[in-house]
């Protein structure tokens, strides 16, 4: 069997590379050859996976929307796919499906990512999310499986005719929950690496970007009081952005920003409480590792339903009193040292998912 997946982007911000990265290691077991889709290889991210049946072929971006689809339909007609599968966050990224219709692939599948689109500018926001309702009602017609990673996000990419259908799913982001296991040393190691000891820390991981909204969090932490410190982790275009928001802010001494880490696991230990203020998710599979490391969760209510697995998390508006209240209520409760367990966080387990990819290539 032969599949094609896009689309990758570098490794490192994108939820959508965990989830293929995840999904390449396990079907490459399955005896399949798999093309995966990129703008841009990056050999150090991919050759650590060690996968001797995948191929890595890059294609033009989507601002050159001709050349990528003469590239895509080259490569249609020159493999023979059983399926492709295009993982995507907005409905107007849909030249590869539309190629694989003209090339007559037997199982084309669109799985949406997202539940709104990342722009700063408004004018451009609101043009690309018309884009987005006229293609949602094109692109299904190309395709013949549908995934979302939540109702929210089956919404933003399909018509309501797609979503009550026999041929839509929603396939849950599964993690390594053994990776969030809570352990005493780690915590007071990773804490005195920061010399936060004495800190209440608020912790946030996420890319720098117009959707994670990070600026709000730089509020929220002006008005509380010093015993109380942020901690962000990630970086991207919008980095230089919110450091220079902190010195105006005068916020040196309250805000830490580390950066890319890939100890991501071991910092959620040392927090006392994990805040997302997204715009809009289409799931936030950092505060599914969060609530699986025990820590109190915030999250905006724009973040969707299915986040919440445990009990000591919230989805509340993105106003700054009403998170100022709720932080100071949970520094009274404190963390817990591990998630109870519940049929929610059932879903996000490795074994579920990975049957859930078997079926994919059925």
């Not at 911000?13 to 990056?42: A, C, K, M, P, W």
């Not at 971006?61 to 001709?66: G, V």
Request: with cysteine; aromatic share 10%; glycine share 4%.
């Amino acid at each position: 069997m032969r599949i094609l997946v896009g689309y990758f982007v570098d490794g490192k911000h994108s939820g959508i590379d965990t989830y293929l990265l995840n999904f390449i290691q396990t079907i490459s077991q399955e005896n399949v050859q798999i093309d995966l889709l990129t703008n841009r290889i990056i050999d150090d991210v991919i050759k650590k996976y060690k996968i001797n049946n995948l191929n890595i072929i890059e294609i033009p971006r989507l601002k050159h929307p001709i050349k990528q689809y003469k590239k895509m339909d080259d490569i249609l007609k020159k493999n023979k796919y059983d399926i492709t599968y295009f993982n995507i966050s907005e409905a107007f990224n849909s030249i590869g499906i539309l190629a694989s219709k003209r090339n007559n692939v037997k199982k084309i599948i669109i799985h949406s990512h997202a539940s709104g689109t990342d722009c700063r500018n408004y004018i451009s926001r609101i043009a690309l999310k018309l884009l987005n309702m006229i293609f949602k009602h094109i692109i299904w017609r190309w395709a013949n499986c549908y995934y979302a990673c939540s109702e929210k996000a089956a919404k933003w990419l399909f018509p309501k005719r797609i979503t009550q259908n026999h041929k839509y799913k929603i396939i849950y982001n599964a993690i390594d929950d053994s990776k969030y296991e809570y352990k005493e040393e780690i915590r007071n190691q990773k804490r005195a690496e920061l010399n936060l000891q004495d800190k209440v820390i608020l912790g946030h991981i996420g890319n720098f970007c117009y959707v994670k909204n990070q600026e709000f969090l730089l509020q929220v932490i002006k008005e509380l009081e010093d015993c109380y410190h942020l901690v962000l982790v990630g970086t991207g275009s919008d980095y230089t952005r919110i450091k220079k928001k902190i010195q105006k802010l005068n916020l040196n001494e309250k805000v830490t920003l580390l950066g890319l880490r890939n100890d991501v696991n071991e910092l959620l230990q040392a927090f006392d409480m994990f805040l997302l203020p997204s715009k809009f998710e289409g799931l936030g599979i950092v505060g599914i590792e969060a609530q699986f490391s025990g820590l109190p969760c915030i999250f905006s209510n724009e973040v969707p339903e299915e986040i919440l697995i445990n009990s000591n998390s919230v989805r509340i508006p993105l106003k700054v009193k009403k998170w100022k209240q709720q932080i100071e209520e949970y520094k009274k409760v404190g963390r817990h040292s591990q998630i109870k367990p519940n049929n929610k966080i059932e879903k996000y387990s490795l074994d579920k998912q990975k049957q859930q990819f078997i079926d994919i290539l059925l």
